[in-house]
């Protein structure tokens, strides 16, 4: 398969590869497992479903951009030194006095299940972005948009938003990514957020959920009838996240399989493992790999970064990646 079927081919003269929406917050985590509440130490990292994605793709040697509002708070600073740091343009990130950056604590847990995780996001300076925030001139020249459902969440003017990126980068002939990312405590009710996230899926051109997402969004409990739900829906690539089993895939082009998932000896964080499946698949197809290498890449990363505690810690460089034979 070549990459013009799904990805938009290299732009000459294209000032990034990759740009993202989104809200970063600064994440806590415990140092010891029990309730949060009776834990005295908490270590600092960053957290977001778009900020994963960007620093993946940018350890990966990808020219990413990232775009969003931060409180010109200590949290705020520390998040854009940290993003800086990892490579990721964040010129179009807005640090606003009047308003402040969101957190989150996390817990740990040594069963492998999700840790538990408590937001304060509400009112935060990201969840005041709006359809007026998107520079479109930014966007165009990007050659591709990767979007999440989280982003769409925080309030109705990010939703609005986030619908704009996307109207933008399609009406620019680039190509669109999107995670369903589902924060069901974010929405109204899931009959809402089922209708608005398949909404903004219905805009892209490769869609990426996980099996139980798909089956809540879609109403087929099968990893094919999912994919084929959003395939449908205008879709030309989806990729049906099965966890330990890999993944399922639908293209226009290359047809339909399965890849298998990778063997993890102990699972230490499951947060951030569908951040790194998006960080295979989008960067394999830029580079023009097939798809079902693409799904392999990711679920290669997916698997590595549970193994880690943090939600971007596991996520590899070009070298590690190489040397993986990915």
């Known amino acids: 398969m070549s990459m013009t079927s799904v990805f938009t081919a290299p732009l000459p003269g294209a000032q990034r590869d990759v740009a993202l929406f989104g809200e970063a917050m600064t994440l806590f985590i415990a140092d010891e497992t029990g309730p949060l509440e009776r834990v005295e130490t908490f270590h600092r990292r960053m957290a977001g479903a778009e900020i994963n994605v960007a620093v993946g793709l940018s350890r990966l040697g990808l020219r990413v951009g990232w775009a969003s509002r931060l409180g010109a708070d ?3 600073r520390y998040l854009l030194a940290e993003l800086q740091k990892e490579g990721v343009d964040c010129n179009r990130v807005v640090c606003d006095p009047a308003q402040r950056t969101g957190f989150q604590f996390k817990g740990r847990v040594d069963d492998g299940s999700d840790p538990p995780v408590e937001y304060h996001r509400k009112g935060s300076a990201a969840s005041l972005m709006g359809p007026d925030d998107v520079d479109a001139a930014w966007l165009q020249s990007t050659r591709h948009l990767h979007a999440t459902g989280v982003f769409a969440a925080i309030s109705a003017t990010s939703l609005a938003a986030a619908h704009r990126t996307m109207d933008v980068a399609r009406a620019a002939g680039r190509s669109v990514s999107f995670d369903p990312n589902l924060r069901p405590t974010l929405w109204a009710s899931t009959e809402v957020m089922r209708t608005e996230i ?7 051109h490769a869609v990426l959920p996980g099996l139980e997402e798909g089956r809540l969004l879609t109403g087929e409990d099968s990893a094919e009838g999912i994919a084929r739900f959003y395939r449908a829906a205008g879709a030309q690539l989806v990729v049906v996240k099965l966890g330990p089993d890999g993944a399922y895939y ?11 998932g990778f063997p993890v000896a102990r ?3 499951t947060v951030g493992a569908g951040d790194g499946f998006a960080v295979g698949v989008i960067s394999a197809l830029l580079e023009g790999r097939s798809v079902p290498e693409a ?4 679920s290669w990363i997916g698997a590595r970064q549970v193994q880690v505690l943090g939600d971007s810690e596991g996520l590899p460089t070009r070298a590690e990646l190489q040397a993986a034979g990915l």
């Open 250 to 260: 639908d293209d226009a082009t290359a047809g339909t399989g399965h890849v298998e």
């Open 295 to 298: 799904v392999r890449r990711g």
């Open 267 to 269: 699972v230490v964080d």
């Open 74 to 76: 200590s949290l705020g």
């Open 198 to 204: 398949n909404r903004l899926a219905a805009k892209a």
